[in-house]
């Protein structure tokens, strides 16, 4: 087989890059090693950026949604039993995010990518990536027992922390940057209407808690716990009590409760991987960088990634420049590292602290000044919704 950019990994940087190298006139086949019924339904990041959600409409995927997204124009923090609304739309010109889980815009891409006649090959087995630093990289995969060999130009490593992209580029060419934070997620999803309109972050004495969506009948909730923490020790009623302390409030607000369909352990982790590229192979998403999940940033910072590569791509094949592939590392990894800085933040700000009460009265100082300070919000707001897709 033949294609001009072989994509190893059908989430949705891969999809979308395939996507539009597609509307660019760019050939394309996307590898997968778990099914198509698997990626459409792993329910993982929810909040699109202005900016991803403006890429995925211009780009003509957009329209389902436009239709059942849920749009935002604010954030809650909540904390010392009161809220304080962050205006995302007021202090930004407008901007806001939208709530659209990252399965159904993988649901959408996949759609897009198949009523196109694209090539996705789910289900492959033994993926390798060879070749890279020649003119011909190839992806060697088994496809129902046959052997195959894709033979392309360029090779997009979308395929993950754990894909067998990142691990091919010789040792000593790339640097990786760690840290881990010593607490972890514990996650729901409930099938009950969430409690909020918008998004609550709350800092409280027993730790931090997240009040999120997926959709009008589907919420999404997280607890802050300890890395090592056993799930089987958390019944479900054992976490809706725990979120309702978490919550309180001075008034009487209250969290509604209902099935747990969902629950798991996330842990909080930072990594970025330089350069993001190695001859022909470009590292895209979280193949080359992770962020703690406070500030939303995992699904945008790909789709940042893929808007950068798929550019320098349309460039070199209309005018064979490649001095934006050359760059394409240096592009992504501004945003990367001011992205990183957010999340670190976030995280930091909203979180108990394991190094004692003075870091706390610390974090909590710096909840009552982003809250007081028009300045300090408007730079949260800037942030939460996002920064520029940079592009040279």
């Not at 904390?79 to 709530?99: A, P």
């Not at 060999?149 to 040792?171: K, M, N, Q, S, Y």
């Not at 996650?187 to 409280?204: F, R, T």
């Not at 909730?221 to 009623?237: F, K, M, R, T, V």
Request: aromatic letters at 8%.
């Amino acid at each position: 087989m033949r294609t001009q950019v072989g994509i190893v990994g059908a989430g949705p940087s891969g999809l979308l890059l395939s996507h539009l190298l597609h509307l660019r006139g760019i050939e394309s086949v996307v590898v997968e090693i778990r099914s198509r019924q698997y990626c459409e339904t792993r329910i993982r990041a929810g909040v699109l950026e202005q900016g991803t959600a403006d890429l995925l409409s211009a780009s003509g995927v957009g329209a389902r949604m436009a239709r059942e997204g849920l749009v935002h124009h604010g954030i809650v923090l909540r904390f010392g039993g009161r809220d304080h609304r962050i205006d995302l739309s007021g202090l930004t010109g407008g901007r806001t995010i939208t709530v659209y889980g990252q399965h159904e815009v993988v649901k959408d891409l996949i759609a897009a990518r198949l009523s196109a006649g694209g090539g996705i090959f789910f289900d492959v087995q033994d993926v390798e990536v060879l070749d890279v630093d020649t003119p011909a990289p190839r992806i060697r995969f088994d496809r129902g027992g046959v052997a195959q060999d894709l033979r392309c130009d360029f090779i997009a490593g979308c395929d993950g922390f754990h894909g067998v992209c990142r691990p091919t580029v010789p040792a000593g060419v790339l640097t990786a940057y760690e840290h881990t934070f010593p607490l972890a997620w514990l996650g729901i999803l409930a099938q009950v209407p969430p409690a909020s309109d918008e998004l609550i972050y709350s800092s409280h004495e027993r730790g931090f808690a997240l009040l999120s969506m997926r959709s009008p009948e589907l919420s999404r909730l997280y607890l802050q716990c300890a890395p090592d923490e056993d799930i089987n020790g958390w019944s479900d009623e054992r976490i809706w009590d725990e979120l309702r302390r978490r919550f309180e409030r001075d008034d009487a607000w209250t969290l509604r409760d209902g099935p747990v369909v969902q629950k798991g352990i996330t842990a909080m982790r930072s990594f970025v991987v330089a350069p993001m590229q190695y001859e022909r192979l470009f590292l895209v998403g979280d193949a080359a960088h992770i962020v703690p999940p406070t500030g939303a940033k995992g699904l945008n910072l790909a789709a940042a990634d893929v808007a950068v590569l798929a550019r320098a791509l349309e460039t070199f094949y209309t005018t064979g420049r490649t001095d934006l592939l050359a760059r394409y590392s240096d592009v992504c990894l501004r945003r990367v590292w001011k992205v990183q800085r957010f999340s670190w933040w976030m995280t930091s700000m909203l979180h108990r602290s394991s190094d004692g009460e003075f870091f706390d009265r610390l974090h909590r100082a710096e909840l009552d000044y982003i809250t007081g300070s028009r300045a300090a919000s408007t730079a949260l707001a800037e942030n939460y919704v996002g920064l520029p897709f940079d592009d040279d």
